[in-house]
């Protein structure tokens, strides 16, 4: 079954205590992004990958750091978590990352973050 | 950065009624996608327009492209409980790569 799987589902965790989260497709996907969603605004983009050698940063990537050595996987660290991120985090993956049509995003299913 | 706006927030209807959410932008889209998200998953890709002008049909849910490309809407017709979602709408900026959502519209239909 094709899909973007995240781990964990839920996390709570301490202020400054490093943590990952881990995202994975099974589609062979050239680009992955990560989002983060607040009530009332929407997903945000944190960052992105075109492909394994491009990454790039979103709309909201201070604080958090993003690696792929893979293309199958595209963890997300928080180096020293703090209350303000907080939030739900997606997944997504597609084929590329230029024009939309023909090109659906497919997320994960999302990990609630609680950073007290 | 382009801005997508996003209208209403919420709309809170009846079974069998009719609703209609926009997407509007200062700027020119290129493409736009809706989505729909359920309580506990992720979104899920309802359709991709890219004509000015566009309509598209996907069963009882009709988008239209507005012909400057500077806004969207989305119709349900005769709305059921099912269709109840939060309701995305997602551009590329001026950057490949980069994919910004509107706020979302909260939609509840009742029985």
């Known amino acids: 079954e094709a899909q973007v799987t995240q781990n964990p589902r839920y996390l709570i965790t301490v202020t400054g205590k490093k943590l990952t989260v881990t995202c994975s497709q099974n589609?062979?996907?050239?680009?992955m992004s990560w989002y983060r969603q607040d009530p009332g605004l929407g997903l945000r983009q944190i960052y992105y990958s075109m492909n394994v050698e491009v990454t790039d940063k979103g709309d909201v990537p201070e604080g958090y750091k993003v690696s792929r050595k893979e293309k199958r996987n595209f963890p997300l660290i928080l180096e020293s978590p703090s209350p303000n991120q907080t939030s739900l985090y997606f997944c997504a993956s597609s084929l590329w990352g230029g024009g939309l049509a023909g090109n659906e995003q497919y997320f994960g299913p999302g990990t609630r973050l609680t950073v007290t | 950065t382009q801005l997508l706006e996003q209208s209403p927030q919420f709309l809170s209807i009846q079974e069998g009624e009719n609703l209609t959410v926009y997407c509007n932008s200062s700027s020119v889209f290129s493409s736009l996608q809706w989505y729909r998200q359920e309580p506990g998953e992720g979104p899920v890709l309802l359709v991709t327009?890219?004509?000015?002008?566009e309509v598209k049909k996907l069963k009882r849910l009709t988008f239209q492209f507005g012909d400057a490309r500077k806004d969207s809407s989305l119709h349900i017709t005769a709305a059921q409980p099912g269709d109840t979602g939060l309701y995305l709408c997602?551009?590329?900026?001026?950057?490949?790569?980069?994919?910004?959502f509107g706020a979302g519209t909260q939609v509840v239909v009742t029985p």
């Open positions: 997602a551009s590329r900026t001026d950057s490949w790569g980069k994919l910004q």
């Open positions: 589609m062979n996907h050239e680009y």
């Open positions: 327009v890219v004509t000015g002008g």
